[in-house]
């Protein structure tokens, strides 16, 4: 749902001139161009390895890589000697909720100023994100896109090993040597495994949509089926219970998007790719783990568990915010600061967010927030799957991929709070402009 780009001149116009197509890109912008995109990909793939980005120098870090990609894109703008612009519908809702939160700031009506500030800045870095990567992506050659299909393909299973390396050597810290306090299930370099699976529910489908691009490569394609294999069993391994519905949900739409194009033989790729990867995971787990994942096959811990439970008390307990906040909430960030005036059940625990990115953004933003949330989504899912029915070149299975992949985080953000974390929120941002993007 992206229109023709907008192109403005940066010289003066000339009168009585006849119209003229859009400029080409000239080497010195192409060059800027390829900057812009080299510091974006620099800092997705390290914001994972720095716990996911969740300190305060990792996603300053972030915010600055964002700026000085914009900075090389301005600066191709100017080389070229105009800015093309992308257009995307999606900017009106996420405009609107930034002007929510600037507001929030500086009118005084949040109840945790500081915090509004800090989510103020993460978000602005996001949408800036998803504004860069739009820009850049209609214009990336075929041959950038291959590799950066092949680039999340090797840094998932890099990602995958790690985790698993760790998993059975040193299950309680982080790198080996950063030890955490009891209670989290630490998973690869993130402090819960929940998020690991957050990260992982958007590198799958993209490195699942580069191998199917791969129709006439067959020993290669066979070859990176072990990119998707590894982080699919170490997904598992995790034992994150809302990843693994997710990362179902996912599996489900990927059918989908398959028999709608009529090819049988991907389908039967797929069935094989999870059984492989389940008789991998059976293999490594302990037996704790699955057990951990049957409990969602049991209706009957949905009332009975003592974790769900308490997260399904907290939502509930978060629409008693939206209450007496209706329009506009208590401020972005600020639930940890209210939430425990609320809290309608006894715990030993500091809730700092709610388990349910769309109860908490209920709590913060009030219902003007949940509007423009709800909008946003049906904006992106009526624009994101386009491609889906002629998909062929890796470009465009790499956008199918990130379609699904941002469709398995939104679920996923029904039981947990994976766009809290810098790293995943950047990854879900830069892989809702790959689904937006025209091609």
């Known amino acids: 749902m992206t229109s023709q780009p ?33 510091v974006l990909l620099a800092a997705l793939l390290i914001g994972p390895l720095a716990f996911g980005a969740v300190e305060a120098w990792s996603w300053s870090c972030l915010i600055l890589a ?12 100017v080389r070229m000697g105009s800015i093309r612009l992308v257009w995307s519908p999606l900017y009106l809702p996420l405009g609107m909720f930034l002007l ?10 949040t109840l945790a100023p500081s915090e509004t500030r800090e989510c103020l800045l993460k978000l602005a870095a996001d949408a800036l994100v998803f504004f860069l990567v739009l820009q850049l992506a209609e214009t990336t050659p075929n041959r950038q896109w291959r590799g950066f299909g092949l680039g999340v393909c090797v840094y998932a299973l890099g990602m995958a090993l790690f985790a698993v390396l760790q998993f059975f050597s040193s299950r309680d810290e982080v790198y080996w040597s950063v030890k955490l306090p009891p209670g989290n299930v630490v998973f690869g370099p993130y402090v819960s495994h929940n998020h690991y699976a957050g990260l992982m529910e958007m590198l799958i489908p993209i490195s699942a949509g580069f191998v199917f691009s791969l129709g006439k490569t067959p020993g290669l394609r066979r070859l990176l089926a072990v990119a998707v294999v590894v982080p699919v069993a170490a997904f598992l391994l995790s034992g994150s219970r809302g990843g693994m519905i997710s990362l179902t949900v996912e599996a489900i739409i990927l059918a989908i998007v398959l028999w709608r194009q009529g090819s049988g033989h991907r389908c039967s790729a797929v069935v094989g790719i999870l059984v492989v990867a389940l008789l991998a995971f059976l293999w490594m787990d302990p037996g704790a783990v699955s057990k951990r994942l049957e409990t969602v096959f049991r209706p009957s811990h949905w009332s009975t568990g003592a974790d769900f439970k308490s997260r399904l008390a907290v939502s509930l307990d978060s629409l008693g915010i939206l209450h007496d906040h209706v329009w506009l909430g208590t401020g972005l960030g600020s639930f940890e600061t209210v939430y425990s005036r609320y809290q309608s059940f006894p715990s030993d625990l ?24 709800v909008a946003a989504a049906a904006l992106f899912l009526a624009g994101a799957f386009r491609n889906a029915r002629r998909s062929e070149s890796a470009a465009e299975w790499i956008q199918v991929g990130a379609a699904i992949g941002c469709c398995g985080l939104l679920f996923h953000s029904f039981m947990d709070f994976n766009f809290h974390i810098p790293a995943n929120a950047m990854w879900f941002a830069a892989c809702a402009a790959l689904a937006q993007s025209r091609r």
């Open 350 to 373: 500091d809730w700092d967010h709610a388990h349910d990115d769309y109860a908490e953004a209920l709590a913060e933003t009030g219902l003007i927030g949940g509007i423009l949330i």
């Open 6 to 38: 907008l192109e403005f001149a940066l010289t003066e116009p000339v009168v009585n001139a006849t119209p003229q197509p859009l400029r080409t890109e000239t080497e010195a912008a192409r060059i800027n161009f390829s900057l812009a995109r080299s």
């Open 66 to 77: 964002s700026l000085l990609a914009l900075l090389f894109w301005a600066v191709g703008c």
């Open 100 to 109: 929510l939160a600037i507001y929030q700031y500086f009118g005084h009506s």
